[in-house]
């Protein structure tokens, strides 16, 4: 069964936290949300409006459905402003480039919170820290921010069934404080080419993207290929932790190294997207199709 592309807008509604790293007091966001955040959004609604009785049914259903891509911020009528590594640093933004700098200016900020004590019922001796996020308004001109990406979805499924379950998602941490909180507004069905410089074949058990450019999510390192590999781009140790019926946030993803979104490789592959949204090489093999 084969695949369609669609391209999905969202209307950042709260600023959203998704954790990256801390730095002193500061704990860091990253300037997108993966793959595997809105898919553990979804997952969250599907068991919260009772469409299923398990986190672990709403994840094989997920899974067999969907691949959720990588959402990064826009404004209406502009670029999509996506990392992409360059020979002189990091920007983002293909058509409209911009520096890191004026980025996070444009987009970030943060808000200061602290842990409560329940004895005393004021705040926690030595607790304050700040949580950086993407703002809901941008600075200075204060236009609402809105997240772009890519989800695929199996032949047949419905723009009903997408906004049934993409609608008034939250993602990210800090959700206790309001924040995270995303509104669909469109899901736009893409024939040809949903990403810039890669054809996508949507008829293997996953898409197959082929071509060159900024990789639009985590790219998975095969140990055996990083010798003499010409990549513009940093390499992360990707690690998280996952909600499952033994409880929330309880369980930690395997640590995978990979070249961080918007890392260009030196030359053309083919690459399959996991239903997470990562993207891993893709060697076809004669007489066999990828698997999920």
């Given at each position: ?273 996991l239903p997470q949204g990562l993207w891993e090489d893709w ?10």
């Amino acid at each position: 069964m084969s695949w369609q592309a669609y391209r999905l807008l969202f209307r950042v509604l709260s600023p959203i936290h998704i954790g990256f790293e801390r730095i002193g007091n500061l704990q860091r966001t990253r300037p997108y949300v993966l793959g595997r955040n809105l898919w553990a959004a979804a997952a969250a609604k599907m068991v919260l409006e009772g469409r299923v009785a398990s986190y672990e049914q709403a994840r094989s259903e997920l899974t067999e459905h969907f691949c959720f891509g990588y959402l990064f911020p826009t404004l209406l009528g502009q670029t999509v402003f996506a990392p992409c590594y360059r020979d002189d640093g990091l920007f983002f933004g293909l058509d409209q480039r911009i520096g890191q700098q004026e980025f996070e200016h444009r987009f970030l900020s943060s808000t200061a919170h602290t842990a409560l004590n329940p004895a005393s019922r004021g705040a926690e001796e030595g607790s304050l820290h700040e949580v950086e996020c993407v703002l809901p308004r941008t600075r200075p001109d204060g236009r609402p921010t809105y997240l772009a990406g890519v989800l695929f979805a199996r032949r047949g499924t419905t723009e009903a069934t997408l906004r049934s379950l993409l609608d008034d998602l939250q993602v990210g941490g800090e959700r206790t404080y309001g924040m995270g909180r995303l509104r669909l507004e469109s899901a736009e069905a893409v024939e040809k080419d949903p990403f810039p410089g890669f054809e996508v074949d949507p008829r293997q058990d996953a898409p197959i993207a082929r071509g060159q450019g900024p990789i639009p999510a985590h790219w998975l390192i095969d140990g055996t290929q990083v010798e003499g590999l010409g990549v513009k781009g940093e390499i992360e140790i990707l690690v998280g932790r996952e909600t499952r019926d033994s409880g929330y946030g309880m369980s930690l993803t395997t640590p995978a190294a990979c070249w961080c979104p918007g890392s260009v490789p030196d030359s053309a592959g083919s690459f399959r997207i996991l239903p997470q949204g990562l993207w891993e090489d893709w060697l076809p093999q004669v007489g066999a199709t990828a698997n999920v």
